[in-house]
């Protein structure tokens, strides 16, 4: 998915069939993950509040969407399995250039529009 937009119906979609959302962006030489568990976790509105950058194009760098891939596949395992700690309640951020990774703390918005109507499991 390359524009929020569609990020955003993937994420509500995602809630109403009560499926785990393991959301992955990149943006040049940064990306973004998270992993998104309905009725237990933030969601992608949660923490972006259906922003849009209209008539923008995103633009990629190869190795990026690799690393953030990566990370996403193994959230995708480690869900199966049971092991190790999710990436729930936290959108990581890796800097390329830098060569960071950043880990924000995130809330579920009880006032969401796509999750906050969810009944609350335990997480």
Not at 76 to 82: M, P, T
Request: aromatic fraction near 8%.
């Amino acid at each position: 998915m390359d524009n929020l937009p569609a990020r955003y119906l993937l994420n509500k979609t995602a809630l109403e069939k009560d499926i785990p959302f393991f959301h992955g962006a990149v943006w040049g030489f940064e990306g973004r993950a998270m992993t998104i568990i309905p009725g237990k976790t933030a969601c992608l509105n949660c923490i972006y509040r259906s922003a849009t950058i209209p008539g923008e194009k995103f633009p990629v760098i190869g190795v990026t969407p690799a690393i953030i891939g990566c990370i996403q596949a193994t959230e995708v395992i480690k869900y199966i399995v049971g092991l190790g700690e999710l990436l729930t309640n936290r959108l990581l951020i890796y800097d390329g250039l830098g060569m960071t990774f950043t880990e924000l703390k995130v809330k579920r918005d009880p006032e969401c529009e796509h999750c906050g109507n969810l009944p609350s499991k335990e997480v």
